[in-house]
């Protein structure tokens, strides 16, 4: 262990594709905007992880009619906040899954330090442990620009970027002839409410993990490659 950070041992005959290897259980944080989805779905495919996103679980909870899925409609019905033990209810039904047998990826959960505790505790009750925690960091200022000057296809989700690709018509996806558009969120106002939310809750993640020796912080500054590289090398063990 160096400065609270552990790195995860792999074994040499770990080959790192898909379904082959050790078992891998991650959280994956980041603000909006490092650029955590595109090393998600990277990393899904490297380490043959199954990816757990607490959205899509939540929405398939709810559409299942599970009772847990009822009890959380019942408060985003009222506009109200999932209570944690809610939400680490759900959380643990999907990760007694059959498909979380060979190793998962919880990206989007937990967000605050009574989830991070809570989540713990149902892993150990599962005799299930984490491996590793990535926390992708980008500067406030890169951020700001990232996400205000982001814009996304109403059709199939593409994203484009002001300050670089575009559609080669304006306000048409170049993949599906959707509408592009600024999302909501990606206002300045907006996207400062989230990154103050950010670092005011979820922050306090990185201090609770990197006690625990789990954490690898990255910087999200440079290349996809680049980053992706480095979580990697992280995840072997690399000096």
Known sequence: MRGGVRSVRVPPSVTWKQGEGRVVNIV???AAGTGKGTQAARLI????????STGD?????????????????????AGDLVPDEVTIGIVKERLAQPDCAGGFMLDGFPRTLPQAEALDAALASMDKHLDAVVAIDVPRDVLMGRLTARRQ??????IYNVMGEMPTTDGVCDACGGEVYQRADDTVQAATKRLDDYDAVTSQLVPYY???GLLHKIDGDRP?????????AALRGAE
């Open 28 to 30: 994956l944080l980041g």
């Open 45 to 52: 495919d490297a380490l043959g992880v199954t990816h757990i």
């Open 57 to 77: 679980i939540f929405r398939k909870a709810v559409a299942d009619g599970t009772p847990l899925g009822l009890e959380a409609k019942r408060y985003m019905d």
């Open 153 to 158: 296809c109403r059709g199939c989700g593409k």
């Open 210 to 212: 990197t006690a625990q």
């Open 224 to 232: 996809v490659d680049v980053v992706f590289a480095d979580i990697t």
